[in-house]
Each structure stands twice: as C-alpha cells, then as structure tokens.
C-alpha cells in the first residue's frame, strides 16, 4: 500500500511540475512575442523576425506569432515566405478574417509583380495586361506612379 502511495504521490508532483513549466513556456512566449511585436512597431524588422523564428524553434508558436511573421515579410517584399507564415498562421485559426485579408492581399501583389514584370518583357501588350494591372492596383488603392516610385 506504501508504494502505490508513494507512486501516486510522485506521479503527481511529476504532473505538477509539468503543468508549471506548461505556465512558464506559456509566459515565455507571450514575452517573446509581445517584444516581437514591439521591435516590429519600431521598424526594426530583422530582430522582430529573428526573435519570431526563435520562438516557433522551441515550439511555442501561434496563430498571431505566424501572421506577425507574414507581415514581417510582406514588409520585406517576400511575398513566398509571407503566404507560408500567413498559410501557418490560418492552421492555428482558419476563422481569422484578418488573416485571411492579408494573404489575398499578398497574393494580389504578387498576381501584380507578375504583371509589371510581363510589362518590362514584353515589347507590347495588347491592353489586357495594362488593364488588368491598373485593377489590381487600384484595388490595392496604389497607383502606378507609386509603384514606380518604389
């Protein structure tokens, strides 16, 4: 009886003290990714992502963590990378209205990159590309004079 007590016994602080170091890696994360965001907001774009990256190598990623992520790289003009985060971010939680906006967003610029770049190879066009380009743009409420500009 005195060791099925005792079993019982360590089972339960062994259980214990996997539910503390659940709390702690939660608070862990959650610092993480409020600084993340912080160093985000400022600008600083690189620590941001290196601290993300960080933060989803020991396991303690989430749905914002990957959408800040996406928007780190959509900032950064890495459209590929940024649908991947986006993508990782929707498996968390698929019924992220903003989420879903930024990828289609993302996706409309890269549909716009393809476009303004078959404008530079292609000697002409027969209109379509120009008029299909001026929607996406429009719809991206930027126009191509400020798209040259970047």
Known sequence: MK???????LTLIVSLSGCSA??????????????AKSWYLSGDLD????????????????SQSWALLGNIYFRQYRFEASEQAYVRSLEFD?????????????????????LMDAQVQLKETDGQLDGLLKDLLALQKLSIEEVGAQ
Not at 22 to 35: R, Y
Request: charged share 15%; glycine share 2%; proline share 0%.
């Open 3 to 9: 060791i099925i007590t005792s079993i019982a016994v």
């Open 47 to 62: 620590s941001a992502e290196h601290h993300l990256q960080w933060l989803h190598s020991k396991g303690l990623a989430s």
């Open 22 to 35: 659940t709390v702690a890696e939660q608070k862990q994360s959650l610092k993480s990714f409020e600084n």
């Open 94 to 114: 698929s019924s992220n209205n903003d989420i879903w906006f930024n990828l289609a967003l993302n996706q409309l610029r890269q549909t716009t990159n393809t």
